[in-house]
């Protein structure tokens, strides 16, 4: 089993309906032995131990100590989940910089008019309510309006045919939405790609 199998299926035998298979302090003893190293504090706010004629700790209060362990499991898996799903949004950011970087430098036409076939003509407008439609948090208010104006500005050097400026804009908005998150790269990328791609087939 993987990670996360392998954590549902100590979440799931915490539950006292789903232990035919496990003694209470066996399996409290099994988990902290599994995860002691793993997660911080495991044994914090489980019930004193005692020792017994057979020189075993044991828990007096068992069912308590199951249901604080289910909980820090639980907590550990989702904290797990989302380190893996922020690794997979990372990569997605990286792939869509790089292709919109190659995009915004490349000089062969052919490449780049196949790629431009390759995308949804995304307008100004849609990029804007995508950037409206951000949840709160990502940008401050300046931040949205120094934005907008960046991409009005590449729109405007695109029409114009000022690919050098426009590319040099594109540069800009990559560094300012660089660390903001996968949201917000989502939100704007498609249209940074589009117009990557119009600095090299415009004449």
């Given amino acids: 089993m993987g990670k996360i199998e392998t954590l549902?299926?100590?979440i799931h035998s915490c539950d006292l309906e789903n232990q035919s298979i496990f003694d209470h302090q066996d399996l409290i003893n099994e988990i902290t032995m599994i995860y002691h190293s793993e997660i911080s504090d495991l044994e914090y706010g489980l019930s004193p131990k005692f020792?017994?004629?057979?020189?075993e700790k044991e828990s007096v209060y068992p069912v308590h100590d199951l249901k604080v362990l289910k909980l820090k499991l639980e907590n550990h898996r989702d904290n797990l989940l989302r380190e893996d799903q922020k690794r997979i949004e990372?990569?997605?950011i990286l792939e869509l910089k790089s292709q919109i970087t190659i995009n915004n430098n490349n000089h062969n036409t052919s490449n780049s008019i196949s790629s431009a076939t390759?995308?949804?003509n995304i307008s100004i407008s849609q990029t804007m309510k995508n950037i409206n439609e951000l949840p709160e948090g990502i940008l401050n208010k300046n931040e949205t309006v120094e934005l907008k104006e960046l991409i009005h500005s590449i729109d405007e050097m695109i029409a114009v045919k000022d690919n050098e400026g426009a590319k040099s804009k594109i540069s800009k908005v990559l560094n300012t939405i660089g660390n903001k998150g996968f949201e917000l790269f989502v939100a704007v990328a498609p249209y940074l790609l589009q117009a990557a791609t119009a600095t090299q087939t415009t004449t």
């Fill in 90 to 92: 990372e990569l997605k």
């Fill in 8 to 10: 549902n299926f100590y």
């Fill in 51 to 55: 020792i017994d004629d057979n020189f």
């Fill in 118 to 120: 390759a995308i949804t």
